[in-house]
């Protein structure tokens, strides 16, 4: 199951979900900035930066998965899927003790091109609440998209979850999409059966610190 991507709550601190009118809400100015390919690389989390036990995955330089195809039931969702895969992203994988994998992902672009990704994926997110997809083996299953209850974290943050069930066992993945001026941030977290939302905030909040000090 490949996807890559806040909430009702309370005040403006909290991010918009899948259930909201408006997907993605701006908090203030932000002056136009950005990373270089290198500088992103540099940003990236470390099993250092993340908490006791957690394991850093080798990175295998296998190409990314062709999904064509994968999302036809919504159309704007493969759109953005497509453009998302066809970017130039720097990312990382990790293993936490409990046995999820979780993975980052940063994306710079000009601020306008990241705002407008980022506007382009929630409102396809928002817009399909399931689809049917299929394994590289032809194994079809069913996906469903659901809101999360998740903070403000940088300019802009959207998050959702994504739950399938393959050969009778429940596989659930949050992400969440977080843009400080020009950069994204893309938190995925996999589980199987239940998923612990609060670790994927730790890893995003630890991700945008680090995004922040390349920035500054």
Same mark, same amino acid.
């Given at each position: 199951?490949?996807?890559? %991507?806040?909430?009702?709550?309370?005040?403006?601190?909290? %991010?918009?979900?899948?259930?909201?009118?408006?997907?993605?809400?701006?908090?203030?100015?932000?002056?136009?900035?950005?990373?270089?390919?290198?500088? *992103?690389?540099? %940003? /990236?989390?470390?099993? *250092?930066?993340?908490?006791?036990?957690?394991?850093?995955?080798p990175d295998t330089? %296998?190409?990314?998965?062709?999904?064509?195809?994968?999302?036809?039931?919504?159309?704007?969702?493969?759109?953005?899927?497509?453009?998302?895969?066809?970017?130039?992203?720097?990312?990382?994988?990790?293993?936490?003790?409990?046995?999820?994998?979780?993975?980052?992902?940063? /994306?710079?672009?000009?601020?306008?091109?990241?705002?407008?990704? /980022?506007?382009?994926?929630?409102?396809?997110?928002?817009?399909?609440?399931?689809?049917?997809?299929?394994?590289?083996?032809?194994?079809?299953?069913?996906?469903?998209?659901?809101?999360?209850?998740?903070?403000?974290? *940088?300019?802009?943050?959207?998050?959702?979850?994504t739950t399938a069930?393959?050969?009778?066992?429940?596989?659930?993945?949050?992400?969440?999409?977080?843009?400080?001026?020009?950069?994204?941030?893309?938190?995925?977290?996999?589980?199987?059966?239940?998923?612990?939302?609060?670790?994927?905030?730790?890893? $995003?909040?630890? $991700?945008?610190?680090?995004?922040?000090? *390349?920035?500054?």
């Amino acid at each position: 199951m490949t996807v890559l %991507a806040g909430c009702s709550g309370t005040g403006d601190e909290r %991010a918009h979900t899948v259930d909201d009118s408006g997907a993605v809400s701006t908090v203030g100015h932000v002056p136009l900035r950005t990373l270089t390919a290198e500088q *992103a690389r540099s %940003a /990236l989390l470390v099993a *250092a930066d993340l908490p006791t036990g957690w394991i850093a995955e080798p990175d295998t330089g %296998a190409p990314k998965k062709d999904s064509s195809g994968d999302y036809d039931q919504c159309p704007a969702y493969d759109a953005v899927m497509q453009r998302v895969s066809r970017a130039d992203d720097v990312s990382a994988e990790f293993t936490a003790p409990d046995g999820s994998d979780v993975s980052e992902a940063l /994306l710079p672009l000009a601020e306008t091109d990241a705002q407008g990704m /980022l506007a382009d994926f929630s409102e396809a997110v928002t817009a399909c609440k399931k689809l049917t997809t299929q394994m590289d083996s032809g194994v079809a299953f069913d996906m469903y998209f659901t809101a999360l209850s998740f903070p403000q974290l *940088a300019d802009e943050t959207f998050a959702f979850r994504t739950t399938a069930t393959v050969f009778g066992r429940t596989v659930n993945l949050d992400m969440a999409v977080v843009r400080r001026g020009g950069v994204l941030v893309f938190i995925v977290q996999q589980a199987g059966e239940a998923i612990d939302t609060a670790l994927t905030e730790e890893v $995003a909040r630890r $991700a945008v610190t680090k995004v922040d000090a *390349a920035l500054n």
